[in-house]
């Protein structure tokens, strides 16, 4: 788990960059998943603030019914906010 939650940041981390549609793709589905096993492991223990807002950031990255906000200066904010938040989940867990 640790390893996926130091993963999820460097893939966020190159996204603010430009890259191809398909990297963007590939993107919402791993943040989405990785999203996914930190809400569950969090509902276990106790929802706090730090689940809530990986439950916004799966909304945010979902591949199935996707947030198109079509300007880059947007999403790069978002990719970065994102990535702290994995760190932050990385390093706090025992």
Known sequence: ??????LCPV???????DLSINYYYFLRYIVSFGAITVILKEVKNDVNLLGI??????????????VCLYREFVWIPLYIAAAVLFLIYGFKRK
Do not use: R, S, W
């Open 1 to 6: 788990m640790k390893i996926f939650c130091m």
């Open 11 to 17: 893939i966020l981390i190159i996204a603010c960059f």
């Open 53 to 66: 807002a990986f439950v916004m950031m799966l909304i945010l990255f979902n591949p199935l019914l996707p």
